[in-house]
């Protein structure tokens, strides 16, 4: 009987940090797509001109990221989310100048940004499925039902698979 606890509890974990994951991701794609739109506008405000107004949508986005840094550099890689504070801080230094080719660049690169940091949370892109083979929790046998059953995906499903 100790051991079905056991086991139900490591069940319990693993469904706990997947829906952590999931969550995660679900959060970051909704706030990038936010930040993404609003940044739009205001690359659309400044093309026709309204510089000031363009300033006070991506200061208003700059001022989101920055609320919410905490747990941005928690969840999410520092590397990355310090590039997304640079490249604010360089669309925001063209707003200033009016330097439409500088500003149009700059920001482009940071909606980039934003979406590649929405796509690293999608659950395609995380390390669940390198979690799951580490100390050989895919075992030979999962490996062999699977290619039976015909399914290929995801990849990490045959990593160290035998031979056979």
């Known amino acids: 009987m ?9 069940v319990g974990i693993l469904a706990a940090l997947l829906a952590a994951a999931l969550g ?3 959060w970051v794609d909704g706030l990038t797509a936010d930040y993404v739109s609003r940044l739009e506008q ?13 300033a006070q949508v991506t200061g208003g986005v700059y001022r ?30 063209y707003l200033k100048l009016e330097e439409m080719d500088q ?9 980039a940004q934003l979406e590649l940091l ?5 659950p395609e892109f995380t390390d669940f499925w390198q979690l799951l083979g580490y100390h050989d ?5 999962i490996q062999q039902v699977a290619q ?11 990593y160290h698979a035998p031979e056979d």
């Open 148 to 158: 039976a059953a015909e399914v290929f995906w995801p990849c990490e499903l045959y």
């Open 24 to 26: 995660t991701g679900w």
């Open 137 to 141: 929790a895919i075992t030979p046998e």
């Open 64 to 93: 989101n990221w920055q609320e919410r840094s905490f747990w941005l550099h928690a969840l999410l890689r520092h590397s990355d989310t310090d590039q997304v504070l640079l490249l604010f801080r360089s669309v925001e230094e």
């Open 2 to 10: 100790g051991e079905m606890k056991r086991l139900w509890a490591a």
């Open 118 to 122: 929405a796509e690293m949370e999608d």
């Open 42 to 54: 205001a690359q659309a405000m400044s093309e026709r001109g309204d510089w000031e107004r363009a």
């Open 103 to 111: 500003y149009a660049a700059a920001n482009a690169q940071l909606i």
